[in-house]
C-alpha cells in the first residue's frame, strides 16, 4: 500500500513541480528587469501555481481508484487512500517551500537553501521521523511527520525572499 501510495503522490507532485519550474523562469526574467516587477508578479505566480495544484489533487482524487488498481490491484484501497492523505498532510507548508525555493534560487541567495535545509533536517525532520517510527510503528505518522520541517523551512525561504536583494546593475557587473 506505501509504493501505491509513494507512486500517486509521484504522479501527483509532477503538477505543482511544473508550476514551480515555470514560476522560477518567469520570476527570473522579472527579477533581471527589475526586483520590483518580480515582487509584483509574485502573488500572481503564487495563485496559479495554487489553482494548478488543487486541480491536480481534485483530478487525482477523481482518478485515485483507477490508478489504485493499475499499481496495486490486490491492495487494500482503504490503506492507499490513508497513506495517500498523510503524503498530503504537509503539503501547504511543501506548497510554499518549494514555491518560495524557486525565488531564492531566481535571487541566488543559496546560503539560505542550504543552511535552512540542512539544518531542519537533521534537527527536526530526522529526530521527528525518528521519533513517530519508534512511538507509533505506523506509516501514516512516519510520513505525516513531513510537516514539521516543511512548515520551518517554509517560513526561512518565505522570510528570506521578501528580503531585498541586490539591484539589477549589482547583478549584470557580476
Do not use: H
Amino acid at each position: 500500500a506505501a509504493a501505491v501510495a509513494t507512486r500517486i503522490y509521484m504522479i501527483f507532485c509532477r503538477v505543482p513541480q511544473a508550476c514551480f519550474a515555470s514560476s522560477f523562469v518567469l520570476y527570473s526574467y522579472a527579477y533581471g528587469r527589475s526586483p520590483q516587477e518580480a515582487t509584483s508578479i509574485l502573488p500572481r505566480l503564487t495563485k496559479y501555481s495554487a489553482v494548478a495544484t488543487v486541480a491536480a489533487l481534485i483530478a487525482t482524487a477523481a482518478v485515485l481508484p483507477w490508478l489504485d488498481t493499475m499499481f496495486g490491484a490486490e491492495i487494500d484501497r482503504g490503506l492507499v487512500i490513508w497513506l495517500l492523505v498523510a503524503y498530503l498532510v504537509p503539503l501547504p507548508a511543501y506548497f510554499y517551500e518549494q514555491l518560495y525555493a524557486q525565488v531564492l534560487v531566481a535571487k541566488e541567495n543559496s546560503r539560505v537553501l542550504f543552511v535552512a535545509s540542512t539544518v531542519t533536517t537533521f534537527l527536526f525532520t530526522i529526530p521527528l521521523a525518528w521519533w513517530v517510527t519508534a512511538q507509533f510503528a505506523d506509516p501514516f505518522w512516519s510520513l505525516a511527520s513531513r510537516w514539521l520541517g516543511a512548515t520551518i523551512i517554509a517560513i526561512v525561504f518565505v522570510a528570506a525572499a521578501r528580503q531585498p536583494g541586490p539591484n539589477v546593475g549589482e547583478l549584470r557587473s557580476v
